[in-house]
């Protein structure tokens, strides 16, 4: 029989060891992160008492989204994927959620159409190697610093006007994790900013958002990110696929596109911010 209760700390292991099956590269200090930002809205699927699957939620308000949906492959094509996502979608609901997002790979979509999922757009991933020494375009980096702990709140503001939904606890997740890899443009006011978080394959790029008007901003950041990370792995960075200067810029930066999941939408086609000022999106299972 399966059965559905709340994700526990002891289960963050548990949960790695899935993600690093399917190679996603999160690692145990995302999964408890990840858990943090919404420890009721996370849930582990039982068969006769074993561990056989999770996902995680996240609300943000008017909006919530799912994720990390994994059921051990002995266990697929049963329901429990189904049933771990119905659950999700209820714990949402209840909360007064509105609209649903997530990205899912192209296997999935299916299952996640027959849930009242629709299509939104692709949602593209594209990789670069990183070598110390590797040149790259120069950035004007005057107005850009490391992002400071009173600059926070003011960045969530900031960051809701182009997200869609005030996300400001996933920003200070991420910030708290890895300050030093947490960068702001400004000006009078916040112009953009660029985040990055270290995984088992190499680091993920994202949050990184900046307004559609100055994407001279986004460059100015990514560049001058580059410049400071001395690593010797690889960079991932997700992209709405309408963000067509996005993908040029990275193109010229020598990423080259991975893959592609589909953004997909429950409920009320609303609170979407705007796609053209996401150039990295914080991650598949937050946005
Ligand atoms: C996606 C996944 C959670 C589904 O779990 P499940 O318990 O098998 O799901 P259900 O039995 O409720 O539904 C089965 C549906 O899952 C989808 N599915 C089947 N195999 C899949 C796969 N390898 N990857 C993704 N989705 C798959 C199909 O739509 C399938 O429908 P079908 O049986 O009509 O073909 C499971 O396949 C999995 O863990 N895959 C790897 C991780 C992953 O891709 N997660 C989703 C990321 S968006």
Same mark, same amino acid.
């Given at each position: ?5 709340? $994700? ?5 292991? $548990? ?20 858990? !943090?930002?919404?420890?009721?809205? @996370? ?12 996902? $995680?939620?996240? !609300?943000?308000?008017?909006?919530? +989204? ?17 049933? %771990?996502?119905?659950? =999700?979608?209820?714990?949402? /609901? ?24 629709? *299509?939104?757009?692709? *949602? ?41 939904? &005030? /996300? ?13 890899? @947490? %960068?702001?443009?400004? !000006? ?7 985040? @990055?978080?270290?995984? &088992?394959?190499?680091? +993920?790029?994202?949050? +990184?958002? @900046? ?16 410049? =400071?990370?001395?690593? &010797? ?9 309408? !963000? ?12 080259? %596109?991975?893959?592609?999941?589909? /953004?997909?939408? +429950?409920?009320?086609? =609303? ?6 000022? &996401? ?9």
């Amino acid at each position: 029989m399966v059965t559905i209760r709340l $994700f526990e700390p002891k289960d963050v292991n $548990f949960a790695a060891e899935l993600i690093r099956q399917e190679k996603w590269g999160h690692t145990a200090k995302d999964v408890r992160r990840c858990w !943090n930002f919404e420890p009721e809205g @996370c849930f582990i699927a039982e068969q006769d008492g074993e561990r056989v699957g999770h996902v $995680f939620s996240v !609300n943000y308000s008017t909006v919530g +989204w799912i994720g990390l949906l994994i059921i051990q492959q002995s266990y697929r094509g049963q329901g429990i994927g189904t049933t %771990l996502m119905r659950t =999700a979608m209820n714990y949402l /609901r209840n909360l007064g959620v509105e609209t649903i997002r997530l990205e899912a790979v192209p296997e999935a979509v299916t299952l996640y159409q027959r849930l009242g999922f629709k *299509s939104e757009f692709d *949602s593209l991933r594209f990789y670069r190697e990183l070598r110390p020494g590797r040149t790259c375009l120069q950035a004007k980096d005057e107005e850009i610093h490391q992002i400071k702990d009173d600059e926070l709140e003011i960045l969530g503001k900031f960051d809701a006007e182009c997200f869609g939904a &005030n /996300r400001l606890k996933v920003l200070q997740g991420l910030y708290r994790d890895f300050p030093q890899h @947490c %960068l702001v443009a400004r !000006n009078d006011g916040i112009m953009g900013y660029i985040m @990055c978080r270290e995984t &088992n394959s190499g680091f +993920w790029l994202g949050p +990184w958002v @900046c307004e559609e008007e100055h994407p001279e901003v986004a460059r100015d950041l990514i560049v001058s990110f580059l410049h =400071a990370l001395k690593a &010797n792995s690889g960079l991932c960075v997700g992209i709405p696929a309408p !963000n067509t200067m996005g993908i040029q810029l990275l193109e010229k930066l020598d990423f080259s %596109l991975m893959s592609r999941s589909i /953004r997909m939408f +429950w409920g009320k086609p =609303a609170y979407s911010g705007n796609a053209k000022e &996401n150039f990295g999106i914080g991650g598949p299972e937050k946005g």
